[in-house]
T-cell receptor, first 111, second 112 residues
Framework: DAGITQSPRHKVTETGTPVTLRCHQTENHRYMYWYRQDPGHGLRLIHYSYGVKDTDKGEVSDGYSVSRSKTEDFLLTLESATSSQTSVYFC??????????FGPGTRLTVL | GEDVEQSLFLSVREGDSSVINCTYTDSSSTYLYWYKQEPGAGLQLLTYIFSNMDMKQDQRLTVLLNKKDKHLSLRIADTQTGDSAIYFCAESIEEYGNKLVFGAGTILRVKS
């Protein structure tokens, strides 16, 4: 699993509330990613980071923000959750030789 | 634009070979990947191939890459019931921090 953990693993929240998901890695890899997985879409990139305080948008970044204040942690925040953000969220890291490993996922339900 | 396409479903008998196909559009992709996802689980990296290679073999897995046709395939030899899962093809896009663009996944069902 390349030392990647995500928390929480499951969350149910209400529309309009803020939500923060955490990704933690133990191996000091530079690149970290947040993807969401929805039926029929595979995984789509939300945001990524290429170092501490260095982040950039992916293809589905609207409604999401990220922060990376330490190498090991990459946070994904939904400022005001909507039902369309109900999804499974995966964090990933890029290790040596361009191998990309994924965390176990967070299942988020927005009611 | 970036697009990855896969067939949705494949059914094989235990012991047969499985071949899962994928086409991609971005000719600048440097790496192409195959992931496996079992129900309720995360994505497991099975194998990947650098774009200047034609083939890569890893135990029961063989990846073939036809760069001219932008076609990637994953062959699983001696398919077992434990291979039943969703298989995702993905290409890396160097421009966006090596992000991965995924296909929608192929459901592999192995019948005993």
């Amino acid at each position: 699993d390349a030392g990647i953990t995500q928390s929480p693993r499951h969350k149910v929240t209400e529309t309009g509330t803020p939500v923060t998901l955490r990704c933690h890695q133990t191996e000091n890899h530079r690149y970290m990613y947040w993807y969401r997985q929805d039926p029929g879409h595979g995984l789509r990139l939300i945001h990524y980071s290429y170092g501490v305080k260095d982040t950039d948008k992916g293809e589905v970044s609207d409604g999401y923000s990220v922060s990376r204040s330490k190498t090991e942690d990459f946070l994904l925040t939904l400022e005001s959750a909507t039902s369309s953000q109900t999804s499974v969220y995966f964090c990933a890291i890029m290790a040596d030789y361009n191998e990309q490993f994924f965390g176990p996922g967070t299942r988020l339900t927005v009611l | 634009g970036e697009d990855v396409e896969q067939s949705l479903f494949l059914s094989v008998r235990e012991g047969d070979s499985s071949v899962i196909n994928c086409t991609y559009t971005d000719s600048s992709s440097t790496y192409l990947y195959w992931y496996k996802q079992e129900p309720g689980a995360g994505l497991q990296l099975l194998t990947y191939i650098f774009s200047n290679m034609d083939m890569k073999q890893d135990q029961r897995l063989t990846v073939l890459l036809n760069k001219k046709d932008k076609h990637l395939s994953l062959r699983i030899a001696d398919t077992q019931t434990g291979d039943s899962a969703i298989y995702f093809c993905a290409e890396s896009i160097e421009e966006y921090g090596n992000k991965l663009v995924f296909g929608a996944g192929t459901i592999l069902r192995v019948k005993s």
